[in-house]
């Protein structure tokens, strides 16, 4: 059974840094995507990055490029997405989450059953 499990979120100063990692567990097969989302209140769902669990391959979408940086572990099954520059607008729950369509797909049209159970981010002064 898929087990994605998240942990690094907490309070943080505007402009300060962050480091979330998403532990991966359960998979049968070595090639599949994994990805960083998040989701703050009154919005919807929003894909940030995602990344390639055997070649490497990384996407961005639009809203975190430059600032968001996605990396993996995978003698230790984790993914991580390193948050710099925050702002308040970063507030939100961040999820990981992975399935096998690849890392494009998983990003922009995620239609996945496997999640983590999401770790709280606040940006504030």
């Known amino acids: 059974q898929v087990h994605l499990v998240e942990s690094g979120g907490g309070l943080v100063q505007p402009g300060g840094s962050l480091r979330l990692s998403c532990a991966v567990s359960?998979?049968?097969?070595?090639?599949?995507?994994i990805g960083w989302f998040r989701q703050a209140p009154g919005k919807e769902r929003e894909g940030l990055s995602c990344i390639s669990s055997r070649d490497g391959n990384t996407y961005y979408t639009d809203s975190v490029k430059g600032r968001f940086t996605i990396s993996r572990d995978n003698a230790k099954n984790t993914v991580y997405l390193q948050m710099n520059s925050l702002k308040p607008e970063d507030t939100a729950v961040y999820y990981c989450a992975a399935d096998f369509n690849g890392i494009i797909n998983l990003c922009e049209f995620p239609a996945t059953d496997y999640w983590g159970q999401g770790t709280q981010v606040t940006v504030s002064s």
């Open positions: 359960g998979f049968t097969s070595d090639y599949y995507a």
